[in-house]
Every structure is written in structure tokens, then in C-alpha cells.
């Protein structure tokens, strides 16, 4: 796969607060080549802002919530799959690192497996086990259901735009069975988004590709040398 123009074929989405400035400061030149990146301040500061401008083309201001962690974990849920433009969109957290060169580990892992529609560098730790009841007029139950980390994976937008009504359904579920209320809801948006993947019968379309180490995944949730899963899947070189 070789792009050419690299904002009309990847949206690339990033949430952070103030605590995550320095990492935000670092990383955005690394993404602004390669598509058009939205940043969602969950909360930076008016200063923090002033000091960022330029190293984004969109600026989102979600306030699902006033405490950072779930503003972006909502916006993360609701509001990247509804924004996406492109064919695909990239989600990464602030305190995800790159090498140059990354954007090839995306375009190798879509030229090797074409009908993905999720995939990223890392496995998570835990499989997606859920069982919902009456969820659209249908029961769900997904067993050890391949999940990649919130961290840093690629969706394809138009996949996650078609099932738009199961996620959200999914979400108010799973909060509903939780006994909290939809705005509290404390599930990992990657998790919600690998088991829409499965909930649809498209489990064999989530993918789990080695970069090479062109991507590092500093953040929550992250498999050590010793936990990492065994069935990743080299990317195409």
C-alpha cells in the first residue's frame, strides 16, 4: 500500500490534559505528516493550547464528563467513530511513542491483510469474555475474543461508521449490567471496541501485528516481555 496523500486516507486521533504536554509536544510532529490529526483536549490549558498550535489540524473539546480519564475514554467511545473522515482512522494515547517510519507498519499491515477492520501492535492481557442478553433483539457471547490495546490500533472507519447503533448499544449494555449510569462507565474503550469486532462475527478480521518496534506503548494494560501474547502476527515486510 503507498499513500500519497496521507490526510485524505488517515484520521489520526489523540486525547490529552495538561499533565500529558510535554508528550503531546513530542509526538504530534510525529503524526502531522501522515493524516489529519484531532486533537481532543480532555483538559489542556488555554496556554498549553497556545503552545501546541500548529502541530494539529482539528481541535475537539469533549465534555462527557469532568473527570479527564473517563472525558476521554467517552470521547474515545462516542465521538472518533462519528468525526472520521478518512478510510481508516489511527487512535493513539499521548504517551505512545513512534519511530519514523511508523506509518509503513500501518500501510504493510493493511496491504498484508486488506479485510481487516481493527488491528494494532500489542495483544491485550485479558481476552474479551462477555456475555450480553437482548442487546438489538439478539444475545451476544464472545469467548477469549482477541483483544489489541487502546494504546495504538487502526480501525476501518467505514466498518465502525456501519455498526455505529451496536456499539452505543454495546456500551449501554455492559453500563447498564454494571448497575452504574452510561456516563460512568468504567470499561476500557478498546475492550468495547475488539468486542464489537466479535459481536458482529468479524473476530477473524482483528489482527495483532508485530511493529517491529516502531511504536512503544508506555501507558496502562501493556503485556511485558514475559506476558505478551504468542499468536501476534509478524507484519508483512
Known sequence: MLVSDY???FDIFLCGGTQHFVQLR???PK???YGTVHLASSFLSEID???LHGLYDVLHEPRHSRDGYHNFELFSIRDINRLAAAPWFIKLDADVDVDPGWIGYVERSIA???DAVLFGPIRGNIDVNVELYGVLGRDIKVTNGKKV???????????????LHLM????????RDNGSRPTKFRGNEDTLRSLLVHATGDGGRLHVFDCGGLIRIEGRNVPSRSTTRPNTEPAAR
Do not use: V
Not at 150 to 163: L, N
Not at 168 to 175: V, W
Open 149 to 163: 490495546i487502546g494504546g495504538f490500533y487502526a480501525g476501518r472507519t467505514s466498518y465502525f461508521k456501519e455498526h
Open 26 to 28: 513530542r509526538l504530534l
Open 31 to 33: 503524526l502531522l505528516p
Open 168 to 175: 452505543d448499544e454495546l456500551h449501554l449494555t455492559i453500563a
Open 112 to 114: 498484508a491483510q486488506p
Open 7 to 9: 490526510k485524505r486516507c
Open 49 to 51: 493550547l497556545h503552545e
